[in-house]
Nanobody, 125 residues
Framework: QVQLVESGGGLVQAGGSLRLSCAAS????????MGWFRQAPGKAREFVAS????????DYAGSVKGRFTISRDNAKNTVYLQMNSLKPEDTAVYYC??????????????????WGQGTQVTVSS
């Protein structure tokens, strides 16, 4: 199995940027499709972005499309989430996850097999 550790969260003003990283250990990251999810206080966890094994195909939630970019470096066993033009409504705990299955899309959290512990992102207005 794979262990995932997120980093890069913090406090930022609206309009600012952050880059989250998700470092994998235990197994080669290229084995998995990867996703980012987030959970705001009092809300259900929601899909943010996903990327397939090669990195050629990505998917985004409508609320972040055009502002966030998911990428991966399989040689470094790391997945990234570049977040630009941040808004207060982006405030949440952000989780990376690994999906060992194969599908057309990777947007359903119940398809993911391994999760990190999360990193807090807070956007002030």
């Amino acid at each position: 199995q794979v262990q995932l550790v997120e980093s890069g969260g913090g406090l930022v003003q609206a309009g600012g940027s952050l880059r989250l990283s998700c470092a994998a250990s235990g197994r080669t990251l290229s084995t998995y499709a990867m996703g980012w999810f987030r959970q705001a206080p009092g809300k259900a966890r929601e899909f943010v972005a996903s990327i397939n094994r090669s990195g050629r195909d990505t998917d985004y939630a409508g609320s972040v499309k055009g502002r966030f970019t998911i990428s991966r470096d399989n040689a470094k066993n790391t997945v990234y989430l570049q977040m630009n033009s941040l808004k207060p409504e982006d405030t949440a705990v952000y989780y990376c996850a690994a999906d060992q299955g194969y599908g057309l899309r990777y947007v359903n959290e119940y398809d993911y097999d391994y999760w990190g512990q999360g990193t807090q992102v807070t956007v002030s207005s």
